[in-house]
């Protein structure tokens, strides 16, 4: 590992000048815990590590009606899970984050760094795709808000721009929501995603699918909720459903499993996720 700069800002303003001086040899540490990873294993040599967990205003979460759920970006995946408005009004995203890593990691990890780590197996991604998440961005020209369809842009990369900060993660609320999470992994605890998969029932009549590692990043299955908008969960609707699924995922064979594996597990959880919300 070689020696890099560490700061450690008190403010946005701050963190982005230091993010914009040293440009792409610069970067956001906040869990660290797939950042310092790869710093360890030579995978990034960067000149300056920019810590934000000293930024009081990124570590909050709120929920209420009008806005929906914000998850600030230095909110532990471990706090996110067990907050009372998360459990009660997403828990979608509680069983997502439960999932990732072991405890000790998700006491440091964020949901945030989930995300801008851009991996396409992150376990958090799915949930918020289905349910149109977006981020809220701190950026040197003004604040902005980038939706997570916008966000992933290829394996580990996002459209954030240099000196671009995320500062929270914003879900809408929904006045009928029901979601169902699943990861299938080479073993049951601490391992990373084969395949995951997130399908919400919004307002009894519309299925939102969402796929991750099966795809350069996390995506929607448009075809299969094309297909599902207004009918029954009928067995038939059920199965077809799932088969159509399998249509946009363009998985490929690694470590974790085959592409032909991959595709058959797309088809398992997504069926198993919608007569999960048939009840
Ligand atoms: C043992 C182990 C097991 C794991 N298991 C899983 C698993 O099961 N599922 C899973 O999905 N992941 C897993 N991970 C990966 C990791 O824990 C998660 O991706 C974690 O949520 C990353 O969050 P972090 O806060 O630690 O991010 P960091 O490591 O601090 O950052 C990750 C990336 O995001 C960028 N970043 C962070 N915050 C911001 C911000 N506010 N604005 C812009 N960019 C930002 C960083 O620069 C970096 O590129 C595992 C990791 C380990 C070490």
Do not use: W
């Not at 930024?55 to 995946?77: D, F, R």
């Not at 699924?245 to 996720?273: F, N, Q």
């Amino acid at each position: 590992m070689n020696k890099f700069n560490y700061f450690k800002p008190s403010t946005l303003t701050e963190a982005s000048e230091i993010l914009r001086k040293y440009g792409e040899n610069a970067h956001i540490l906040n869990g660290g815990t797939d950042l310092v990873v790869r710093i360890r294993e030579d995978l990034l040599n960067p000149e300056a590590v920019v810590d934000i967990k000293g930024i009081e205003e990124l570590h909050h979460i709120n929920y209420n009606e009008k806005e929906g759920l914000t998850v600030g970006a230095c909110v532990s995946l471990s706090d996110m899970a067990h907050n009372e408005a998360v459990v009660k009004h997403f828990p979608v995203i509680a069983d997502s984050a439960e999932v990732v890593g072991s405890g000790q990691i998700r006491n440091l990890a964020t949901m945030v760094g989930n995300n801008c780590n851009a991996s396409p197996l992150a376990d958090t991604a799915t949930p918020l795709l289905a349910l149109d998440a977006n981020l809220l961005v701190y950026s040197p020209e003004g604040n902005k808000k980038i939706s997570i369809h916008d966000f992933f842009v290829g394996v580990r990369k996002t459209s954030l721009k240099t000196g671009e900060i995320v500062i929270a993660i914003r879900v809408p609320s929904y006045t009928s929501m029901k979601g169902v999470f699943k990861k299938a992994s080479r073993r049951k605890d601490v391992d990373l995603s084969t395949v995951c998969t997130t399908v919400v029932r919004i307002n009894n009549d519309e299925i939102r699918i969402a796929l991750g590692a099966v795809a350069p990043t996390p995506i929607r299955a448009k075809k299969a909720e094309g297909f599902a908008k207004g009918k029954d969960l009928t067995d038939e609707v059920v199965h077809q459903i799932a088969k159509l699924a399998v249509e946009d995922a363009t998985p490929i064979d690694d470590v974790r499993g085959s592409k032909e594996y991959r595709l058959h597990m797309v088809e398992v959880l997504v069926r198993r996720s919608l007569e999960e919300l048939r009840y």
